[in-house]
């Protein structure tokens, strides 16, 4: 990864699975995931991203390991802020700290008080000064969607806690809806499903293993996979054999309400701009979008064109970090609120 050395600006998509930081004139920074391990006694930062991740559920007491957000916004503020404080000092030269603006992402609908507490976070972690941008904008511009031109685009982000999707045209957000389903929650999914129908404790880790290796939107297989945990009966390690089928059955009902709330979006999208999406169809980003078989199952739903993003994962820091470029355009986002604010 390489450190900002000229450039005084960096783009962070802050994200409940990963965080993403973006220099511009410079590119992908980092990308780690949004995990931190802290020492109890003596309130220590010891790890953070994938060292930290690889910490989940093997600490002692002493040793606490923290994701700090859900669904996109801050649930622990010192952690949060830890988080931050280490993605920029490993991107952002010593003797730069204090001089460096950051654009955080954020998801729709955030409170002005969640606002505020990711503002002073970015803050507390030695930015100079914080803005704040909406997620699906991000997303928009960094897949490459003509953002500012007079044409409806839609973009759908599927991240860790959330799915936010929008219709964007001449560089605003004309139609949204956030529901707070993501990636991690078809994780949660699957684990209640190993413990209901098999009576199989595992981590969540091991479920998102699970849904990358037979997880499929169009329906199950004969695809099967050993998943190991522990058992609920007896408390000791036990050994299943799941397959694509229930997987499926176990990721069906949180897909569906992501369906639903692009549907639902559709039918409220201006008619003018609703025709520039049945054309150009709708843009997949975020992590939540690799899983197989999406882009076809949707397609066939809603009877318009669905496309993959090149790098999913890094639309939405690439699109921030493209926006630190055209500040004043992005500010004069559409009927809605500007896609930056700051003091």
């Known amino acids: 990864m390489h450190t900002v050395f000229a450039r005084r600006e960096v783009a962070v998509d802050l994200g409940t699975s990963n965080t ?64 931050l404080r280490q993605a920029l000092d490993r991107t952002v030269r010593r003797r730069l700290m204090g001089q460096v603006d950051v654009v955080v992402c954020a998801p729709l609908g955030v409170t002005a008080v969640e606002r ?80 209901r129908r098999h009576k199989l404790a595992v981590g969540l880790t091991t479920a998102e293993e699970l849904k990358v290796e037979l997880g499929d939107a169009t329906g199950g297989g004969d695809r099967q996979a050993e998943v190991r945990g522990r058992s609920l009966l007896t408390g000791l390690p036990r050994t299943v054999v799941v397959d694509a089928e229930e997987v499926a059955e176990a990721i069906a009902e949180p897909l569906d309400r992501i369906v639903a709330a692009i549907r639902s979006s559709l039918e409220r999208t201006p008619p003018e701009l609703a025709v520039d999406v049945m054309d150009q169809g709708v843009m997949l980003t975020g992590g939540g979008s690799l899983l197989a078989g999406l882009t ?48």
């Not at 780690?32 to 930290?52: N, Y």
């Not at 959330?162 to 139609?175: H, K, R």
């Open 116 to 195: 505020r507490a990711l503002e002073e976070a970015v803050r507390g972690a030695g930015a100079r000064e914080a803005y704040v941008m909406e997620e699906p904008l991000a997303a928009a511009i960094g897949s490459g969607l003509p953002v500012a031109e007079p044409t409806g685009s839609m973009v759908v982000d599927i991240g860790g806690g959330t799915s936010e999707i929008a219709v964007v045209s001449l560089g605003g957000i004309v139609e949204a809806e956030s529901v707070r389903i993501g990636g991690r929650h078809l994780d949660g999914a699957i684990q209640a499903h190993l413990q």
């Open 296 to 343: 076809d199952r949707l397609r066939a739903e809603l009877h318009i064109p669905v496309h993959l993003a090149e790098q999913p994962l890094e639309a939405v820091a690439r699109g921030a970090g493209q926006a630190l470029e055209e500040m004043a355009a992005i500010r004069r986002a559409g009927p809605r609120e500007p896609a930056f604010t700051g003091r």
């Open 20 to 83: 993403l930081v973006w220099g511009r004139g410079h590119g992908l920074l980092l990308a780690e995931p949004s995990v931190v391990a802290i020492d109890v006694e003596d309130d220590r930062l010891l790890a953070a991203g994938h060292e930290a991740r690889r910490m989940l559920g093997r600490t002692p007491s002493r040793i606490e390991v923290v994701e700090p957000l859900r669904e996109g916004v801050i649930s622990d503020f010192e952690a949060t802020a830890m988080l």
